[in-house]
């Protein structure tokens, strides 16, 4: 385990050392949607019976900060090595593909905590009630930030370039937490935008959140919980799989 605990080390010392840019800078964008969206929306809009759309608001963008900067985290970590050539170092190391890919996850998932717990202590002032199922809250937040971390590791490996990786983040990322309910419910769309969203499992992640703080969400939590498992699993076998036959590492 020392292996892994060197590299997990390494990655959260890569971003706490510029903690202002990774946490502080995406919480304030965070505070911003909320100041921006509640003071137009608030007044006019309930999405659930007895739940302000200002409270409805912070999951949501709680769950979308922590997920956006899950994957930003591996993913910017390991193109960073590859273009610069250091991952050579750890390639040469005696580290598993397992402890390779479980620190980099694993300081991923961190760093999406972390900044969820800013996004929330920072907007709750806003009149979010008491959780009403704090472990679906910790399950969903661990499994949300591990599903984009996996998949941020994918796509660090996948990317030459850095402009790959914004792509990646531009037309598959931001698409799938914005279009997932983090500022509406989806039972307020058509039919068949409504039936599209059931296939986003961000939208899950999200919606399962959500439900911990107020007993309320679009779907059953536990279908919520199997989707992201699930999406988790896939994904992070993936990832692995990738590591353990050095896909775009080796050459």
């Known amino acids: 385990m020392q292996g892994f605990y060197t590299l997990f080390r390494k990655e959260i010392l890569r971003f706490w050392k510029v903690a202002f840019q990774t946490v502080a800078a995406p ?63 750890l390639l040469l190391s005696p580290l598993g593909p397992l402890q390779f890919f479980a620190a980099y996850l694993a300081a991923a998932i961190v760093r999406g905590l ?18 009403q199922a704090p472990l679906w809250i910790f399950a969903f937040a661990v499994l949300g930030c591990g599903v984009l971390g996996a998949l941020g590791i994918i796509a660090g490996i996948w990317a030459e370039k850095f402009d790959q990786l914004a792509a990646f983040q531009n037309f598959i990322i931001l698409p799938l937490t914005f279009l997932s ?41 536990w279908l919520a919980l199997a989707v992201v498992g699930s999406s988790f699993v896939l994904l992070s076998s993936l990832g692995l799989w990738m590591i353990k036959v050095g896909y775009k590492l080796r050459h």
């Open 27 to 89: 919480v304030l964008t965070a505070l911003m949607y909320q100041l921006i969206f509640s003071h137009v929306m608030a007044r006019h809009l309930e999405v659930y019976p007895g739940i302000s759309y200002t409270a409805f608001l912070i999951p949501g963008l709680a769950m979308m900060s922590m997920t956006q900067n899950a994957f930003a985290n591996g993913s910017s970590s390991l193109i960073q090595s590859k273009i610069t050539g250091n991952i050579v170092f």
């Open 114 to 131: 972390v900044v969820g717990a800013g996004v929330i202590a920072i907007t709750a002032w806003f009149g979010m009630p008491l959780p």
């Open 181 to 221: 309910g983090v500022f509406y419910s989806i039972d307020s769309l058509p039919p068949l935008w409504r039936a599209i969203s059931h296939l986003n499992p961000v939208f899950y992640m999200i919606d399962g959140f959500r439900y911990g703080f107020f007993g309320q969400a679009d779907v059953s939590p």
